[in-house]
């Protein structure tokens, strides 16, 4: 993971961190495969739900849990990479997310 701190104003910053694509893809696979076993589609017993029909019905819950899992994940060592100490929580901009690997996000 790399992160770096950008100067807006005096009191706000802008981090921008990378995750590298091979952690981002454990993610994406951990998610598909837990609603794997618990998801009910007509059609499929539960658990036997195949993926690309499980990313065609979730796929903006999976991408809005993977961005919320990471940045849990990595908002912590990014902050001790760029030392800053935040008085809010981030803001997310979930906009300039890219489609490509790697993950990389500005708060």
């Known amino acids: 993971m790399r992160a770096s701190a950008e100067e807006i104003s005096p009191i706000?910053?802008?981090?921008?961190?990378?995750?590298?694509?091979?952690?981002?893809t454990r993610e994406v696979d951990s998610i598909y495969k837990e609603l794997g076993r618990t998801a009910k589609i007509k059609?499929?017993?539960?658990?036997?739900?195949?993926?690309?029909?499980?990313?065609?019905y979730f796929k903006d819950y999976v991408k809005t849990e993977v961005v919320r899992k990471l940045m849990e994940e990595s908002y912590?060592?990014?902050?001790?990479?760029?030392?800053?100490?935040?008085?809010?929580?981030p803001v997310v901009d979930l906009e300039?997310?890219?489609?490509?690997?790697?993950?990389?996000?500005?708060?």
Do not use: M
């Not at 912590?76 to 929580?89: D, F, Q, W, Y």
């Open 12 to 24: 706000k910053k802008k981090i921008s961190i990378e995750i590298p694509e091979d952690r981002v």
């Open 43 to 56: 059609g499929f017993r539960p658990g036997k739900v195949p993926r690309n029909i499980l990313e065609r």
């Open 76 to 89: 912590p060592e990014a902050l001790s990479e760029t030392h800053l100490e935040p008085v809010a929580p």
């Open 96 to 107: 300039n997310l890219p489609k490509e690997s790697p993950f990389s996000t500005p708060l």
